[in-house]
């Protein structure tokens, strides 16, 4: 592994690793054939990695590997196709990530011992037959993600077509990582539901019919159960299983109706909602101040990051934290960015005193922004003198904010603890006495 590898032997008499469990070919990319014979020679060989090679197939003798529990053949972009693989009874692990199928290999639905079926990034495979996926008794993991292939609801596939209601008869599934398309949620409520209870981490990208093609958008690295919203109308009040499913990370990018969807999440109160920890939202003209009713009590009172992206209607977040009562009393991270009408990160008052918990800011390319925290006096908001906002920050990354000239008015809400910062392209900020 990790040479420059260009060929293998073929003669099986010189290849006399009959006992051998572990064959490492991987990263030797202008490797491109895996001759006939030369797997004759590893007749005991339980794990192969041959990824990050360039190999456009793999020999038939691949067969005769009885006792095969993982094949590892990610990043073997150039590899379209597999041979049947009903033979390799045992195996456990087939990872085809990042390489160039265009389908399922044949066979695949009769390893009733696989475990890990990793798809992710096949961006090449756009079909997935109907039977085949729902047979693999034993699987546990499956990555799809970055994949081009979207489920459907059973009424709205053909019959040769994987549809989402296929994935529950996999009773072992813990990791499941797909694109779903966009019907109201009571279309596969009872579905849903039933499937993401018992598994341990998902990531699924709901796409509506105005979905971005940027797939790389759709997913966060190391989510543990996380929903995306992509491309959907949010008004209408038919998320709200959704809302209950996305218990950790909740990501919306390109959606329209965000206003309606948090003004319906006041009014009913969602319980389920309030363990969300990570919340990001990403491309929406819509600002936050509905005028409309604001809740009585933090809706998100476990958010430990909040991140918002391209939003550009909104002129401080105080707009989401007025209107969904939050308190910030568990936030540890903040990351904004492109928010062109902003002027001010945050008002502090009555609602937000002091955020105990947070560690860093991430401000990016507000042209607009003048102020990082607007704070009223004390006399106003009723609190003791020398309140310490953020006790615990420990890094302030700013970037492209030409117009910001201050960080908050009253330096001694800031801590007294070492802060890493990062200024570049500040220049009001960097001509004033902080």
Not at 13 to 34: F, G, H
Request: hydrophobic fraction near 40%.
């Amino acid at each position: 592994m990790n040479n420059d590898l260009e060929r293998l032997p073929d003669d099986v008499s010189v290849i006399q690793c009959s006992e051998a469990s572990t064959l490492l070919l991987q990263n030797n990319p202008r490797l491109d054939l895996i001759p006939e014979r030369f797997l004759e020679g590893f007749e005991a060989v339980r794990v192969l990695n041959i990824s990050g090679t360039g190999i456009k197939s793999l020999p038939v003798s691949l067969l005769q590997l009885d006792d095969l529990r993982a094949l590892l053949l990610n990043n073997c972009r150039d590899l379209e196709e597999l041979p049947p693989l009903e033979r390799l009874s045992r195996l456990q692990m087939l990872n085809l990530s990042f390489s160039g199928i265009r389908e399922l290999p044949r066979g695949l639905e009769q390893l009733s011992n696989l475990r890990h079926l990793i798809l992710s990034w096949t961006i090449n495979l756009a079909a997935v037959q109907g039977g085949v996926i729902s047979k693999l008794s034993s699987l546990e993991v499956l990555d799809m993600l970055g994949n081009n292939y979207i489920w459907k609801v059973k009424e709205g596939v053909n019959e040769e077509q994987a549809c989402i209601e296929e994935l529950q008869c996999l009773e072992r599934l813990q990791f499941l990582c797909i694109r779903l398309e966009w019907v109201p949620c009571h279309s596969y409520r009872n579905t849903i539901i039933s499937l993401t209870n018992r598994l341990k981490r998902f990531q699924i990208a709901i796409l509506g019919p105005d979905h971005s093609t940027d797939i790389e958008k759709l997913y966060s690295p190391d989510a543990q159960r996380c929903v995306t919203m992509n491309g959907i109308d949010l008004s209408g009040g038919q998320i709200g299983c959704w809302l209950s499913i996305a218990s950790v990370e909740l990501r919306i990018t390109n959606c329209r109706g965000l206003n309606e969807m948090l003004h319906d999440l006041v009014i009913n109160s969602v319980g389920s909602f309030t363990n969300l920890k990570k919340l990001e939202i990403r491309y929406a003209n819509s600002s936050f101040r509905t005028g409309g009713r604001a809740a009585q009590y933090d809706l998100l009172p476990n958010l430990e990051q909040l991140i918002l992206i391209d939003m550009r209607g909104i002129e401080s977040i105080s707009e989401l934290v007025n209107h969904l009562g939050l308190r910030f009393q568990r936030l540890k991270t903040i990351f904004v960015a492109d928010c062109g009408k902003m002027k001010y990160l945050l008002s502090l008052g009555n609602s937000i005193r002091t955020m105990p918990n947070l560690e860093v800011i991430q401000v990016w390319t507000c042209s607009n922004l003048e102020e990082l925290f607007n704070y009223r006096p004390l006399h106003e908001i009723n609190m003791a003198p020398d309140p310490i906002l953020t006790p615990k920050l420990h890094k302030l990354i700013l970037r492209d904010l030409p117009n910001l000239r201050n960080l908050c008015r009253d330096e001694k809400t800031w801590p007294g603890n070492k802060v890493k910062v990062d200024v570049v392209d500040c220049y009001d900020l960097l001509s004033t006495e902080q």
